[in-house]
């Protein structure tokens, strides 16, 4: 069974910075495509970034987190991380971790149980 763990989060003021991990077992890393998604209150959840298992990022969304958030992966520790600089208040929500295969017959997707990211003084 995958299993998709977070860690993290946390109370941080702004302009700091957070570096959230999330580990996944239970499967073969390397054939996901791993994202950061992240829902605030009353929004729906959005997509942050994706990278694949050759190191391909994708940022939702740029302006929100151009050249403050950078998502990697370290494939032999199973685990994506999303390293986020220059905190504002608004980045304030949920973070999820999300695991995705496409297979021949069906798509395999996988979520971790959230991590919260409060930015205030």
């Known amino acids: 069974q995958v299993q998709l763990v977070e860690s993290g989060g946390g109370l941080v003021q702004p302009g700091g910075s957070l570096r959230l991990s999330c580990a996944l077992s239970?499967?073969?890393?390397?054939?996901?495509?791993m994202g950061w998604y992240r829902q605030a209150p009353g929004k729906q959840r959005e997509l942050v970034a994706s990278i694949q298992s050759g190191g391909t990022t994708t940022y939702a969304d740029a302006d929100s987190v151009k050249g403050r958030f950078t998502i990697s992966r370290d494939n032999a520790k199973n685990t994506v991380y999303l390293q986020m600089n220059s905190l504002k208040p608004e980045d304030t929500a949920v973070y999820y971790c999300n695991a995705v295969y496409v297979g021949l017959e069906r798509k395999y997707d996988y979520w971790g149980q959230g991590t919260q990211v409060t930015v205030s003084s």
């Open positions: 239970g499967s073969i890393f390397t054939i996901y495509i």
